[in-house]
């Protein structure tokens, strides 16, 4: 399986709320130079409107190394 079929394969698994955040990224990564600052923007605005109530949770380093079995 090549890594495209393999991001869509992961695509069923996004929750439907998250799903603003790829394509954000996708539409970011895909733009020319000059559509940065619009991909930033709505980033930032997909972050302020996110009704998730743990988006503003932090974590430890040793949490993220442990939950990614780094530790």
Request: charged fraction near 25%; charge should be negative.
């Given at each position: 399986m090549n890594n495209k079929e393999k991001?869509?394969?992961l695509l069923n698994d996004v929750p439907d709320y998250k799903m603003g955040y790829i394509l954000a990224y996708v539409q970011g990564?895909?733009?020319d130079e000059e559509a940065d600052?619009?991909?930033c923007e709505r980033?930032?605005?997909?972050?302020?409107n996110d009704p998730d109530?743990?988006?503003?949770?932090?974590?430890?380093?040793e949490e993220c190394?442990?939950?990614w079995g780094l530790d």
């Open positions: 991001v869509i394969q990564i895909t733009a600052d619009i991909f980033m930032v605005d997909n972050y302020l109530p743990e988006k503003d949770k932090g974590y430890t380093l190394m442990k939950q």
